[in-house]
């Protein structure tokens, strides 16, 4: 869970999880961190670094599948639990701890 | 959760170690507690490739698949250099020397066969072993005894002149003995070569110095100790110091028919692969006889493994083995040859196509039934192989000119020499993907097209390299290539052909692609199918499918075209590229004001905005007041004309009106691949349209030809006629009918080049013009209800699907 900040982490609220349309993903400017946002169909929702480690394609504009996330540039593939590369050798993504309070609001800790 | 069910496997050759590797990568780990008995005290080897290791251009530890550890890992307990020895299907206990006693739920047999050693007199020695210097050639050992021996020897008789006894002969040669082949029939490999193709292939193995002695029926082994020699029924001898009988294979059955389990020929198994007489047992590969067939090839028993491991994984419970088409390709003393099928008419009716080119040993045969390929053989030119196995194993309808299908075009040519080909050339030109990345990952085990595709990233650009990387494939994998049955998949995600996926959409009403997912893929959603799925599930409901945006790339949720800095393109429509001073003066406008970073004329003959941000769009479109050009999306794009009878002199028709009314007519029609148009004025074509998916060009006396499936991008090509007609009416009705026809039946990301070739021109006047299905209406129908429907995308700007949807970046500050 999302707790006490006395470690550094800062919680952020993103706002209302309708902003993030169902299946898709969104980007956020979170403080100075450019952050994306995605809602697949699963229920769940993650977030990870904005941009592709491979071209810096804008990852929020993505396909998604499942745990799947598919960069819109040149279809390269990550884990979106574990921003782990799928099928490739691009670095992984660093991802975000996030949750949807009982508000309805997207909560996202950034180091 | 259940208790695991233990699942014993008896025999760990090709067939069962395929079955393993299957079933675990379908998650029957964790169904099953897995037990395997080999006899061998090795992990699995390629059996295939055990004439390499004769020939010493394989080492014996290259030929693994799997090593032991390979087991462990997969959590397999394996039996290694075990043999089972008996099983009682009352107690469900298989047993096998030194107390081992395993119990089953399932019990898989894969057994293989065994070399059939003919009744020969002196065969044996008095203890009963052979006599020094008789061979058979089946396993790694009996590599290891041959080779050892081959060092001391001078001249080898092979019995058998089949498919293995060459194989054996390949590598003695190799080994530096004076090869000779001793064989019962008239002709070479007669199981699968006709007289003419066997005299060739005999003529070029005896240019090579092997001896071939044909109907010689062999009755004895001459010699002490050691062989020296083989009598003949005739009367006549052989001397030599070495024979490896190789007179073809015999199923093991021996445990299966103690166990009282049906044997005849094989194991006698029904088509979910259980045997006939206890429904807990299940027999795959060289032992099993399937609808009276034992099947002795490797790919028969790959797609034996893959539908058990389905059946017994829950993946699919429903999988069911229907028998295999034959065929096979491989490389017999360095002369290519496949044959699939049938090698001779078996009707009347069958029609035979044979070319002949004794002077290079050149012989192609086709056996055709029905216009489709029943059988063939190709002996000593390659070129064609891939072509007509697809057409083989797809039961293809074949071109008429049946010459097409004996000789390639050229341009196949250059693929052939991926032997030759440097390890460090780049064969996929967009992911920059050399010979060598792609040689390391089959290497490492990926065995198919797409499991290649999916290691390397070769092929998942343009896709135009794939029949390369398939080449490269088939070259380096000698002889182990898979065929991926996702191939056959319309979207890799859904394990259903176009055919099945449509009848499964329509009568389960499916109207959206997470419905599609729900129901069709166990809830499992795959991105990569996404997209195809909507462009069909669109074609099959029009205004009643139920659009989910997130199903959409990008591009389609905006309406722009994404570029490699995130920004987009816009493009507005410009009909028949003919504009106006006020149109060009509102995007001179647009493009200031919203600071595009480049204006470019494209090669439709629009105007590009390109750096354009995501969340200016709906302004952009708003003060530009024209159309969306879609030239971001799987859809109809645009229709190049040149400028025609109204100011060229040499104009032959209307070009620029017909393109304008071509424009309005089939604006935003999508389709399973972009459709580029173009029309031209007169035969100089100006516009290209002889190299557009559809175009038209105005010929003498007022007609007009319609050209499909032309190409000038990573591939060209030039379009065939489908039809010449006599006005702009009719040219928009036959386009019209194409698509349709091409929206129904063309593949996801299939061009209409592709498209056209695949089914063939001829067909298509048939379908199309002469209306042979009698659907020309239904088509014509179909299309003008797509047409009826079209709205412009850009409408969006004033009415999102989404509030978010234009959206590029949310700003948050600290909670």
Known sequence: ?????????RIYNLGPLEQVPLGEGRAFLVGSTPVAVFRPRNGKVYATQALCTHKGGPLADGLLGGETLVCPLHAYRFNLATGQPVGHECSALRTYAVVVGPDGCIRLALP | MAAKQRLVLIGNGMAGARFLE??????????????????EPYGNYNRILLSGVVSGTHDPKDIFINPLSWYREKGVTLHA???AGWIDRDSKKVYAPNNIGETYDKLVLATGSQPFVPPLEGLTREDGRFKEGVFVFRTLDDCSAILAYAQQAKRVAVIGGGLLGLEAARGLLKQGLEVHIVHLTAHLMDAQLDPSSAKLLQRAMESMNIHVHLEKSSTALLGNECVSGIGFKDGSRLDCDMVVLSAGIRPNVDLARASGLTVQRGIVVHNDLSCRNDPNVFAIGECAQHNNVVYGLVAPLWEQARVLAERLSGKNPQAVYRGSRVSTKLKVMGVDLAVMGDKDPRHEEDEV???VEPSRGIYKKLVVRDGKLAGAILLGDGQMTPRLLQ??????????SRSELLFSLGEQSQKLSVADMPDDTQVC????????KLLAAIKGGARSLKAVCDATRAGTGCGSCKPQVQAILEWAADGLVAEDPSVHYYVPGVPLTKVELVRAIKGQDLRSVSAVFAV?????????SKLGLASLLKTIWGKDYEDERDARFINDRVHANIQNDGTFSVIPRIYGGVTSPDQLRRIADVAE????????ITGGQRIDLLGLPKESLPAVWQDLGMPSGHAYTKAFRTCKTCVGTDFCRYGLGDSTGLGIQIEQRFQGIESPHKMKLAASGCPRNCAEATTKDVGAVAIEGGRWEVYVGGAAGSKVRKGDVLCVVDTHDEVMQYMGRFMQYYREQGKYLERTYDFVERVGVDHLRQVLVEDSEGMCERLDAEIQAAINAYVDPWKEADHPKHPAQFVRELAVVED
Request: with cysteine; glycine share 12%; net charge negative.
């Open chain 2, 353 to 355: 196509v044979t070319y």
């Open chain 2, 391 to 400: 057409a083989f194993d797809r039961s293809e309808l074949l071109p008429e």
């Open chain 2, 429 to 436: 030109n967009c992911n920059g993907v050399s010979k060598a």
């Open chain 1, 1 to 9: 869970m999302l707790t006490a900040s006395e470690t550094g982490v």
């Open chain 2, 520 to 528: 069709l893929a166990e809830g499992r959603e795959d991105a990569a």
């Open chain 2, 22 to 39: 299957e079933l675990t990568s379908l998650g029957g780990g964790e169904q099953y507690d897995i037990v395997a008995f080999g006899d």
């Open chain 2, 81 to 83: 250099g075990v043999r």
């Open chain 2, 593 to 600: 004001k919203y600071q595009a970073r480049m204006v470019k």
